[in-house]
């Protein structure tokens, strides 16, 4: 015999239960110094890129600006 459908709201709190029992389930299988160290070294990477992009710019900047004073004398 299959059992009874749960009311609403008993129905409601075992899922919340289960939902529990999943989170922590996923949670002991981290490593959470594993993902703060790999969070840490991707931000450092787009620092250092963002870092690059911005020298090129000036690089950049300075060298239109010695392009158009050779203009000037050319």
């Not at 959470?32 to 950049?60: F, G, H, M, P």
């Amino acid at each position: 015999e299959e059992p009874k459908p749960l009311k609403k709201q008993a129905q409601i709190e075992k899922d919340e239960a289960y939902a529990r029992e999943l989170k922590a389930e996923l949670n002991k299988n981290i490593s959470w110094d594993d993902v703060i160290e790999q969070t840490y070294c991707c931000w450092y990477k787009l620092k250092l890129l963002d870092n690059a992009a911005d020298s090129r710019l000036r690089l950049l900047g300075q060298s239109a600006a010695v392009d158009d004073k050779m203009k000037k004398y050319h």
